[in-house]
């Protein structure tokens, strides 16, 4: 079975940094494109971060480039997302979910999704 | 940035309804498009993917179709268990972005 499982959310004052990880199983974790989407409670969904199978690649939103990290940890099928300067709007459930692609066309989505972390930037 | 619109925002419909959201991209996607339902409390689910490609499970009352800005999500007879949010998402170029969402209610 396929199961990614996120941990590292909690409650954060701005400016500070939290640390997420995303632990899966039931696949070839190094094969895959990984990605974070978050989602303000209530709201829509947003994409935040894309990494290469083997690190090489990152791609990140303008809203948290600079300040946020993406990386991953092929030995321990884990996906990482390092938060710094975290603020106000960066409030929301960070969800990680493996990326899929077709090689041509380029046809690529989010499936599986893990169950989501809650972060909290608050004073 | 691709700006995706979705619509309606919300809807309102009885069991055993065809019901169509429609997704508009700001330009020309080609079929980088995908579909995903969510539940309360849940992770988004893929439904569509490539604009008309089914994900496995996915119960067939389920379609898409479009390519370049227009697309639509369709359900040919609705379930209880529809009853969600569905959002559309291009895939085309980065940065990757969703529509606003469509909360789909019980009538």
Not at chain 2, 45 to 71: C, E, H, M, N, W
Request: charged share 15%.
């Amino acid at each position: 079975e396929v199961q990614l499982v996120e941990s590292g959310g909690g409650l954060v004052q701005p400016g500070g940094s939290l640390r997420l990880s995303c632990e899966v199983s039931g696949f070839t974790f190094s094969s895959y494109w990984m990605s974070w989407v978050r989602q303000v409670p209530g709201k829509g969904l947003e994409w935040v971060a894309h990494i290469k199978q083997d690190g090489s690649e990152k791609y990140y939103v303008d809203s948290v480039k600079g300040r946020f990290t993406i990386s991953r940890d092929n030995a321990k099928n884990s996906l990482y997302l390092q938060m710094n300067r975290l603020r106000a709007e960066d409030t929301a459930v960070y969800y990680c979910a493996r990326r899929d692609i077709v090689v041509l066309p380029a046809y690529n989505w989010f499936d599986p999704w893990g169950q989501g972390t809650l972060v909290t930037v608050s004073s | 940035d691709i700006q995706m619109t979705q619509s309606p925002s919300s809807l309102s419909a009885s069991v055993g309804d065809r019901v169509t959201i429609t997704c508009r991209a700001s330009q020309s996607i080609s079929r980088y498009l995908n579909w995903y339902q969510q539940k309360p409390g849940k992770a988004p689910k893929l439904l569509i993917y490539a604009a008309s490609s089914f994900q496995s499970g996915v119960p067939s009352r389920f379609s898409g179709s479009g390519s370049g800005t227009d697309f639509t999500l369709t359900i040919s007879s609705l379930q209880p268990e529809d009853f969600a949010t569905y959002y559309c998402q291009q895939s085309y170029s980065i940065p990757i972005t969703f529509g606003q969402g469509t909360r789909l209610e019980i009538k």
